[in-house]
Nanobody, 123 residues
Framework: QVQLVESGGGLVQTGGSLRLSCAAS????????MGWFRQAPGKEREFVAT????????YYADSVKGRFTISRDNAKNTMYLQMNSLKPEDTAVYYC????????????????WGQGTQVTVSS
């Protein structure tokens, strides 16, 4: 069982930066691949980025590639999403999730989810 809690969301202007954190409970965090998803108002939840259990492999949605960086610290049971050059279209609730596999991009491949943190980018 893994419990996930996101933090770090907020309001930022276009071009600004935010760093999201996802804190995990339990001693098995390092066994899981982790991912970030987001859901904008009126839209379906979409994949943002994923990182392997070791942190050695990452994969991004085209819409965030080059602007967002996913990372993890297994000693701290925490995953991060550094978001730079933010755009209004990045406005969404951001969710972290834990699953097993490599380069997992689909929701059903994740077993555990956080409650989400709101990111709002003003124009």
């Amino acid at each position: 069982q893994v419990q996930l809690v996101e933090s770090g969301g907020g309001l930022v202007q276009t071009g600004g930066s935010l760093r999201l954190s996802c804190a995990a409970s339990g001693r098995t965090f390092s066994r899981y691949a982790m991912g970030w998803f987001r859901q904008a108002p009126g839209k379906e939840r979409e994949f943002v980025a994923t990182i392997s259990w070791s942190g050695g492999s990452t994969y991004y949605a085209d819409s965030v590639k080059g602007r967002f960086t996913i990372s993890r610290d297994n000693a701290k049971n925490t995953m991060y999403l550094q978001m730079n050059s933010l755009k209004p279209e990045d406005t969404a609730v951001y969710y972290c999730a834990a699953g097993q596999g490599l380069r997992i991009v689909r929701e059903y491949e994740y077993n555990y989810w956080g409650q989400g943190t709101q990111v709002t980018v003003s124009s």
